[in-house]
């Protein structure tokens, strides 16, 4: 258990840390970006799920999709990292990129942090839940993050989303 602003949170064992670790290696960018592109992935799909940072967006889980994560974040994802087109360099984290990595994943929570900077609460299902998005991440893009590889993130994040509402 790990405390955050009092708030004790179950953190990754070592096999997941490990598993995400590869995956950022895998879905780096060739570009020299000091950023993690997969975790940039995870944090907007993770803002998808949680409801009460972006309710301006529309409550429909369609509009939410299509409106907040596909046109707003990942599309943001897509011109900072991959400008040249989707491609990966599966190259090893630089030393500053790991310490980005340590810090982005020592709470694995699916609910982000709310406008005064803190966690409400912490559900013991948040763990598994938040790897449920990692793994809709890693295979939306394992597919280039193709227009036809869409309608499968949104049901699998769809799942998150109803688990938390």
């Known amino acids: 258990m790990r405390t955050v602003n009092g708030i004790e949170i179950e953190g990754l064992d070592i096999k997941q840390r490990c598993q995400l670790i590869n995956l950022c290696e895998e879905f780096q960018p060739y570009t020299n970006i000091e950023g993690i592109a997969f975790l940039e992935v995870v944090l907007a799909a ?5 409801i ?3 309710q301006f ?9 299509e409106k907040l994560l596909i046109q707003k974040l990942i599309k943001g994802i897509k011109d900072r990292y991959f400008f040249n087109g989707i491609k990966y360099s599966m190259r090893p984290l ?10 982005a994943c020592n709470c694995p929570k699916v609910r982000v942090k709310n406008i005064l900077g803190f966690y409400d ?10 790897m449920k998005v990692v793994r809709a991440c890693r295979d939306y893009m394992r597919a280039k993050m ?16 109803d688990a938390i509402v």
């Open 52 to 54: 009460r940072n972006y």
């Open 146 to 161: 193709s227009k036809e590889a869409e309608s499968d993130l949104f049901e699998k994040l769809c799942v998150v989303y």
């Open 94 to 103: 630089r030393a500053k990129q790991f310490q980005i990595f340590c810090n």
């Open 121 to 130: 609460r912490h559900d013991s299902t948040e763990k598994e839940l938040f």
């Open 46 to 50: 993770r803002q998808f799920c949680d």
């Open 57 to 65: 967006y529309e409550y429909k889980k369609e509009g939410r999709f």
